[in-house]
């Protein structure tokens, strides 16, 4: 695949790729910034709308929060480091050619991101199964009928918003590690 992809694109110039490197940066903040966004809005009304005088006997639900907020922390994280991109490549179109960045520091830029892309995505990913499979379970261990006389087993919505927050935050670090891999398969 990578010798398909050598030989579909052109080695790039210097400023062919910076054009590049600034649109695509720019694609990945706002797509990542949207889907951040929501995924926080979504695992604030999570957090904040749980009724705390109710002790919830659900704590996978508690650990699924808990990776959905470092999953957001690091898709802040990730959102500043595509526009340190954006800044990067406006350094490399610069007529004057001391501002103009190594290459060495833009693939360390491309590297940096997508780690940060990857361990967040993993993180999503486990808090939105260990979430789905707690709902799952809890909808399972109970015959239909029977949550309603029992509140302790009704799947609040609440639950639900969690497993959109981790979904959401698979898309951002997605969106961040597929344009931080593409740029790095054209430099090299």
Do not use: C
Request: aromatic share 8%; proline share 3%.
């Amino acid at each position: 695949m990578s010798e398909l992809l050598q030989t579909s694109l052109p080695t790039p110039t210097k400023q062919r790729f910076a054009a590049t490197f600034r649109v695509v940066s720019r694609f990945s903040f706002w797509i990542q910034l949207a889907l951040a966004s929501t995924s926080g809005i979504a695992l604030t009304f999570a957090v904040f709308s749980r009724s705390l005088s109710v002790a919830t006997e659900n704590a996978a639900i508690g650990l699924s929060i808990f990776l959905a907020v470092v999953g957001v922390l690091l898709a802040v994280f990730r959102i500043f480091w595509a526009f340190r991109g954006r800044v990067l490549a406006r350094r490399l179109q610069s007529p004057e050619r001391e501002l103009h960045p190594r290459k060495e520091e833009v693939i360390q830029v491309l590297k940096i991101g997508l780690i940060a892309s990857f361990i967040g995505m993993l993180l999503a990913f486990i808090a939105s199964e260990v979430s789905a499979i707690s709902i799952l379970s809890q909808a399972l261990a109970v015959p239909q009928g029977v949550a309603v006389y029992q509140q302790g087993n009704v799947i609040r919505s609440l639950d639900i918003l969690v497993i959109l927050a981790n979904v959401n935050l698979i898309g951002t670090h997605l969106v961040g590690s597929l344009s931080s891999l593409g740029l790095l398969e054209w430099i090299d």
